[in-house]
């Protein structure tokens, strides 16, 4: 199966998404720039994990998963992310990124 962008990946029964991290905006939002970018700009600073916090929580609520289900498993210092979402499908991913 060919992977819908390169930016959102199928790993086994999991999906790995590389997102660039903007802290600081004035309000939490997913720019889209397919197939290339995912955007995630946060209200939460970048001190303390607290953009990594907001990251996972912002993209549970926003694809309608369990929080324990989303983690940051590259990048935690860096905006740019590896965030695995456990026990999903690539395409129902992509779908709800771009349902809003």
Known sequence: MRPASPCV?????????????????SHNQVVLQLPDR????LTAPPVDGAANAACC???????DRPKS????VRGETSRRKLVRIRNAS??????????R
């Open 9 to 25: 990946q199928q790993e086994g029964s999991d999906v790995l998404l590389t997102v660039h991290v903007q802290p600081r905006a």
């Open 38 to 41: 995912i955007n995630l700009r």
């Open 57 to 63: 929580a912002f993209l549970a609520d926003r694809l």
């Open 90 to 99: 690539a395409g129902q991913i992509l779908a709800r990124l771009q349902s």
């Open 69 to 72: 289900s989303v983690l940051v």
